[in-house]
DNA sequence: GCTAGGATTTACT
DNA sequence: GTAAATCCTAGCA
């Protein structure tokens, strides 16, 4: 069974100091760990991402870990495909993917290189930049559902296929995308459960992590199959049989 | 080649 | 609370 792992004391991070740590980048030592370990410490780091429009920068307040083929609820559970190779990639990076056909979500890249670990931001709280994200998340009736759902904070942040494997450590201060210490939470603060979504023995991994009572953080919903509409017999509509249109 | 299902969100009843 | 939207991935025949 697997126990979910205290909030790590990362050595080369602290508690945000008065004068400036808050705003410093964190290093791609921090990603070398597992996502399990990592998931918990990226709570309330602060991913920023310029764009054409501004910088909008991002409070993490909900992540998932996904770590390692034996995973029955990560996408590297059948091995590297071209839609996950960049979760193999080097610690440190973006995993972008498209899914429900029309969503993107995005991990960001933990452990060693050629190891399928990723943690999944599943919510935050807009710190800056809220006029470019109101435009983008038009349908968003408050500012707290801004990023609240992985899909959500993607289109938030601007995020498609076109940035997976970015790397979020990239020398330089021109680097389009970081993540900065921001201020985590304190420890008995965040909350751990069950992953959203994910069925099967996955289920038990307590691999979510949330800081408590945030209100950006998403309602857990447990997995539930879906089932396809189907032409049941006497089809009512849609192709019958027929390979999906393009 | 075909089919089932998906780490989701949103609109509608 | 429920169902639809929509495209990709992977399993299976």
């Given at each position: 069974m697997t126990h979910p792992p205290r909030p790590a004391e990362h050595?080369?991070?602290?508690?945000?100091?008065?004068?400036?740590t808050a705003r410093s980048r964190l290093d791609r030592s921090f990603f070398l760990r597992d996502a399990p370990e990592v998931a918990p410490d990226l709570l309330g780091r602060v991913l920023a991402v310029d764009t054409g429009e501004g910088t909008v920068e991002l409070r993490l307040t909900e992540v998932e870990a996904y770590f390692g083929a034996?995973?029955?609820?990560?996408?590297a559970r059948n091995g590297r495909t071209a839609r996950n190779a960049s979760m193999f990639g080097p610690p440190g990076h973006l995993y972008v993917y498209f899914t429900y056909g029309m969503h993107y979500c995005a991990n960001v890249v933990c452990s060693p290189d050629g190891t399928a670990s990723g943690v999944l931001l599943r919510g935050g709280e807009v710190l800056t930049g809220h006029e470019i994200v109101a435009r983008r998340r038009?349908?968003?009736?408050?500012?707290?559902?801004?990023?609240?759902g992985p899909a959500r904070l993607a289109s938030a942040l601007g995020?498609?296929?076109?940035?997976?494997?970015?790397?979020?450590?990239?020398?330089?201060?021109?680097?389009p995308m970081r993540i900065l210490h921001g201020t985590p939470p304190a420890p008995d603060l965040i909350g751990c459960g069950p992953r959203t979504g994910v069925g099967g023995?996955?289920?038990?991994?307590?691999?979510r992590f949330y800081i408590e009572g945030d209100p950006t953080v998403s309602p857990y919903r447990a997995h539930v199959p879906r089932r396809r509409a189907r032409p049941a017999g006497d089809a009512p509509n849609g192709p019958a049989g027929g390979a999906r249109p393009r």
């Open positions: 050595p080369t991070e602290a508690v945000a100091d008065p004068t400036g034996n995973d029955p609820g990560s996408h038009a349908t968003a009736r408050r500012g707290v559902e801004y990023a609240r995020l498609d296929l076109t940035h997976d494997a970015a790397d979020l450590c990239a020398p330089g201060d021109d680097a023995a996955g289920a038990d991994t307590p691999w």
